[in-house]
């Protein structure tokens, strides 16, 4: 049942007032007015802080790649176990920061960075399999205010309200993604050209970086069509390549095991990331942008190791719900500013959490609590 959402709230910058909340009876979800007050609050201070620096993303990447795979060349040929360990863990953190940058890849407007959707498809989508349109056309219906939380989104799952044994899952499927990937590529592409029920079945299901299972995604169009077939094209002929040099030899089995290995630990850094970058607690109806801003994540500093296992701005995942349009670089000063200017009782407070352990912990209680 939908419950009235459409109730505002004032709020003064320097008084307290807290959030309307309307309980739902069952799973104890609540409907959340928005506030108005912070939302506006949020625009104003943040005004400056729209326009991207080209320097930064270029800088940022083309480090974190250079990082990554130099360490993933150090791992797959080193004699030293030590070596390999922490050359395998450099590699893993400077890959996944390189490729979160898909993030930003699906938010920004690309004349504003030029050619580096390009570059990024270059130097991490293609050779990692994912390509940017597994993300473009797909993130943004996840920020449509009438989809978020619903069964039409596509990063969205009540995890907060579903079986105990669901995190586990959630966490080690993720695994098997760099085998999904070369079978989506380098078997599933070529296949489908010969068969447009399976390439519909391609295009539905395996072409989007979603975690709801019952997301279908549209085909493309247009220019988006033929950039998709071009990404599409480069990674099918990357992953075949993979899979012919190490049959024959070309690629020593230890490098391509290694190679794996690497991929699916930053896959499953990238999973634990998504199941706390959300408090999952909404039962399929629409909400509000404050609701959903507070049923989202923020781990700001003090707190050091978020910026390892959430990077290129992922810290801020609630304030980003609120600012989308904000560069990554810009966040931290955005939450310092909005930090400061809203009284210690505002909802952008509450949404602030201290470190991963208390977020997975605070999911799993929730998941025991609807569970008995």
Do not use: C
């Amino acid at each position: 049942m939908n419950m009235p959402m459409d109730t505002s709230l004032s709020l003064t910058r320097g008084t307290a007032a807290p959030v309307p909340a309307t309980p739902v009876a069952g799973a104890g979800v609540v409907r959340i007015a928005d506030d108005k007050a912070m939302l506006r609050a949020a625009a104003d201070l943040t005004r400056d802080l729209v326009k991207p620096r080209p320097s930064v993303y270029w800088g940022d990447l083309i480090a974190s790649v250079a990082l990554g795979y130099g360490a993933l060349v150090v791992a797959a040929t080193s004699g030293s176990t030590a070596v390999v360990v922490v050359a395998a863990i450099v590699s893993v953190l400077g890959l996944y920061r390189g490729l979160s940058f898909i993030h930003e890849v699906s938010h920004m407007k690309h004349a504003s960075v030029p050619n580096f959707r390009l570059g990024w498809n270059i130097l991490v989508g293609v050779p990692m399999m994912t390509p940017s349109f597994m993300y473009e056309g797909v993130h943004n219906l996840h920020h449509a205010k009438t989809r978020y939380g619903t069964v039409e989104d596509p990063e969205y799952l009540p995890l907060a309200l579903m079986k105990p044994w669901t995190l586990p899952l959630f966490i080690v499927v993720s695994a098997l993604a760099p085998i999904a990937l070369l079978i989506r590529f380098a078997i599933l592409s070529p296949l489908s050209l010969l068969s447009p029920k399976l390439r519909t079945m391609v295009v539905e299901r395996y072409s989007a970086l979603a975690i709801n299972p019952q997301f279908r995604r549209r085909a493309p169009e247009g220019e988006a069509k033929a950039y998709w077939n071009r990404l599409e094209v480069a990674a099918s002929l990357w992953a075949i390549t993979l899979i012919a040099i190490t049959v024959t030899g070309v690629l020593p089995l230890r490098a391509f095991l290694t190679i794996l290995g690497v991929a699916s630990a930053f896959a499953v850094l990238n999973q634990v990331r998504t199941l706390v970058a959300h408090l999952w607690e909404n039962d399929g109806e629409p909400m509000t942008v404050t609701a959903q801003y507070l049923d989202t994540v923020n781990v700001p500093p003090p707190a050091l190791l978020p910026a390892l296992w959430a990077p290129v701005g992922l810290r801020y995942h609630a304030l980003h719900h609120l600012l989308p349009g904000l560069p990554y670089h810009a966040l931290g000063e955005a939450h310092r500013r909005i930090s400061a200017e809203l009284d210690a009782m505002s909802p952008y407070h509450k949404a602030s959490y201290p470190g991963l352990p208390g977020l997975v912990s605070k999911i799993r209680s929730e998941e025991r609590r609807v569970g008995k």
